[in-house]
C-alpha cells in the first residue's frame, strides 16, 4: 500500500479534543504511521505494525486509545487499567506516558507508568484507585500481580510496543503469562520494528484477526540519516570525537550528541575524559540507579551537558528533540542494534547523522550491518585520523557492494527473520536487563558460564541442556532484576542443587 501522508490531522476521525492536544504538541501532519493506524483502531480492528523507530508509533496507538476511553465513560475499578501498554525499558515507559499526559491534556483520563528499579509504593498507591492508562514494563508488572496489587480483569487495550525488542530482552514468558490474565474480550495492538518469525508467532496469540501496517519494511534504516563511517586506529577514536564534537559545538553550542559504546565501563571512562577536555558529558548505562539515569537524561534535554554516552540499555528508550548526532563510537554486535541506535537521531522527520567509527579490529561488524541494511556506508570525509588499514578491512568487495545496491525481490519482502543473504540471523546474547552483550564464554561449560554471570541473567540465554535442568528444578525465568538477596540467593540455590542431582 502506498504511504500517502495526507496534509493534516482532519480526516482521521479524532474528536475536537485530540485534534486540539495534537496541535498543541506542534504536529502539523501525521506520519505514515498514524494515517494508516489510527482509522482501523477507532473501528475497533487490531493491530499488527512493523515501523521504523522514530516514526510517530506512540501518537498512532495512544490518540485513538484515548479517544476510545474518553467516548465510552466509564471509570477503571480499584486496581485495574483500562488500558495496558507494554514497554521493554523503563525509559520507554516514561516516554510514552509523558506522551500520553501530553495529548490527554483536553480529556480526564487517568494515567500511570509502572516499571522496575524505584519504590513499587507510590505506583501501588496509584493503582490502588484504578488508572485508564497504563503503561508498564513486564516484570514490575508481574512483581504487582504476584502481590495482588493489581488486576488484569479490567483492559479494554492492550499495546505491546517493540515485540521484537521483548523478545530479544527474554520477555516472552511474561507477555504469555499475563496475556493469560487478560480478559479474552479486548482490542490488541502489537508494533514491532522487525517482522522476525519470533514476532509474527508471537503476535499470532496476541492478536486477532488484526489489520497489517507495515512502513517500510524493506528499509530498516531511517532515510534521513546520513550515515557515515570513520576509519580510525582504535588509538585515535578519541581525539577524532573530540575533533568532531568542538567543531560541531563551535557551529552550534546547543548540539547534543549521544555516543554508543559496548560496556559500562568504557562509557564512564569516556564520559569522565570528555569532562576533563572541557565537554559536559554524562554515562547512562544499567549500573547507574535508574535517579542517575533519569537525571543524566534531563541535564542532557536542559543542554546542560551536550553529550550522553550510553550503552545500548538507551537504544530505543531515548527520544530527544533536535539531537542530531549519534556516534558509535564502539560498533554493536548485533546489526540490528544498529538501526535502532542511529534511530535516535533524525526523530519525527529532522535531519539527523550518524558516524560509526570503525577501526581494523571492527571490520566484521561493520560488514554485518552493511549486509543488514543492505547498503554500503560512505566513509567520513573530514577525517584527520584516517586509517588506510581499517578501511581495506572494512571494505566490501565490490561485487558484494553491488548486489546490496540492488533491491530485494518483490516476491520476498519480509523474510520472516531470515538474514538478507539467506542464513538465520544470529540472535545477540543479551543481557536480560539491560540490553547489554553478554562476553561470549567459548570453550567453557554451560555451568561455569552460569557461575560466572551470576544472578543476572536469563535462564534463556542459557543451553538447553540447563534450561530443562532448570525446568526439572521449578525455576521460573526472572524477567526484571531480582529485587532482595534472598529472591536472588534462593533461586541460585535451587539451580545448583538442581545440578548437583
Ligand atoms: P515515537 O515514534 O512515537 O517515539 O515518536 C517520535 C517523536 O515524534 C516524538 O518526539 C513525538 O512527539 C514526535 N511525533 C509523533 N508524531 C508526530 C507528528 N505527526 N509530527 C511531528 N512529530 C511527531
Given at each position: 500500500m502506498e504511504n500517502k501522508t495526507p496534509q493534516n490531522f482532519d480526516g482521521l476521525g479524532l474528536s475536537e479534543k485530540l485534534l486540539l492536544a495534537v496541535k498543541n504538541a506542534g504536529y502539523e501532519k501525521p506520519s505514515p504511521i498514524q494515517v494508516r493506524a489510527i482509522p482501523p483502531i477507532l473501528a475497533g480492528r487490531d493491530i499488527f505494525g512493523c515501523a521504523q523507530t522514530g516514526t510517530g508509533k506512540t501518537a498512532a496507538f495512544a490518540l485513538p486509545i484515548m479517544q476510545m476511553l474518553d467516548g465510552r465513560g466509564h471509570y477503571p475499578a480499584p486496581k485495574r487499567f483500562r488500558a495496558l501498554i507494554l514497554t521493554p525499558t523503563r525509559e520507554l515507559a516514561e516516554q510514552i506516558d509523558a506522551n500520553i499526559a501530553m495529548y490527554g491534556k483536553n480529556l480526564s483520563l487517568s494515567h500511570c507508568k509502572v516499571y522496575g528499579g524505584v519504590s513499587q509504593n507510590p505506583q501501588i498507591k496509584l493503582l490502588a484507585h484504578g488508572v485508564d492508562i497504563l503503561t508498564a514494563t513486564p516484570g514490575r508488572l508481574l512483581d504487582l500481580f504476584s502481590q495482588n496489587k493489581l488486576d488484569f480483569g479490567g483492559v479494554e487495550f492492550l499495546v505491546l510496543d517493540e515485540a521484537d525488542r521483548m523478545l530479544d530482552m527474554g520477555f516472552i514468558n511474561d507477555i504469555r503469562k499475563i496475556c493469560r490474565e487478560l480478559p479474552k474480550k479486548r482490542q490488541s495492538m502489537l508494533f514491532s520494528a522487525t517482522l522476525s518469525a519470533e514476532v509474527q508467532s508471537l503476535a499470532k496469540n496476541i492478536v486477532d484477526n488484526p489489520e497489517k501496517i507495515s512502513v517500510s519494511p524493506d528499509k530498516p534504516t531511517v532515510d534521513k540519516i546520513a550515515q557515515k563511517v570513520a576509519f580510525v586506529e582504535y588509538g585515535n577514536k578519541f581525539d577524532l570525537l573530540e575533533k568532531m564534537m568542538k567543531e560541531r559545538l563551535e557551529k552550534s553550542a546547543d548540539s547534543l550528541a549521544l555516543i554508543f559504546c559496548r560496556t559500562k565501563h568504557g562509557a564512564n571512562k569516556l564520559a569522565k575524559r570528555l569532562c576533563r577536555i572541557g565537554i559536559e558529558a554524562d554515562a547512562i548505562h544499567g549500573n547507574k540507579s535508574q535517579s542517575a539515569r533519569k537525571n543524566a537524561l534531563e541535564r542532557f534535554r536542559r543542554r546542560e551537558s551536550h553529550i550522553l554516552v550510553a550503552t545500548d540499555i538507551a537504544a530505543r528508550g531515548i527520544d530527544v528533540k533536535d539531537m542530531s548526532l549519534v556516534v558509535n563510537y564502539d560498533l554493536p554486535e548485533d546489526p540490528e542494534t544498529y538501526v535502532h541506535r542511529i534511530g535516535?537521531?533524525?526523530?519525527?522527520?529532522a535531519d539527523g547523522e550518524a558516524v560509526s567509527f570503525c577501526s581494523a579490529d571492527d571490520a566484521p561488524l561493520l560488514k554485518a550491518i552493511e549486509k543488514f541494511i543492505r547498503k554500503q556506508i560512505d566513509p567520513l570525509a573530514d577525517n584527520p585520523f584516517h586509517s588506510e588499514a581499517a578501511q581495506k578491512a572494512g571494505t566490501l568487495k565490490t561485487s558484494l557492494a553491488e548486489k546490496l545496491a540492488q533491491p530485494l525481490p518483490k516476491s520476498k519482502p519480509q523474510n520472516g527473520g531470515k538474514h538478507p543473504q539467506g542464513k538465520r540471523r544470529q540472535k545477540p546474547q543479551q543481557n536480560q536487563y539491560y540490553g547489554e552483550s553478554l562476553p561470549r564464554k567459548k570453550g567453557k561449560s554451560a555451568q561455569a558460564v552460569v557461575e560466572k554471570i551470576g544472578g543476572k541473567k536469563s535462564a534463556q540465554k542459557i543451553g538447553g541442556m540447563l534450561k530443562r535442568k532448570m525446568k526439572a528444578a521449578g525455576f521460573k525465568p526472572q524477567t526484571e532484576k531480582p529485587r532482595g538477596k534472598p529472591a536472588k540467593s534462593s533461586f541460585w540455590q535451587k539451580l545448583r542443587e538442581s545440578l548437583r542431582k
Open positions: 535516535r537521531t533524525a526523530r519525527a522527520e
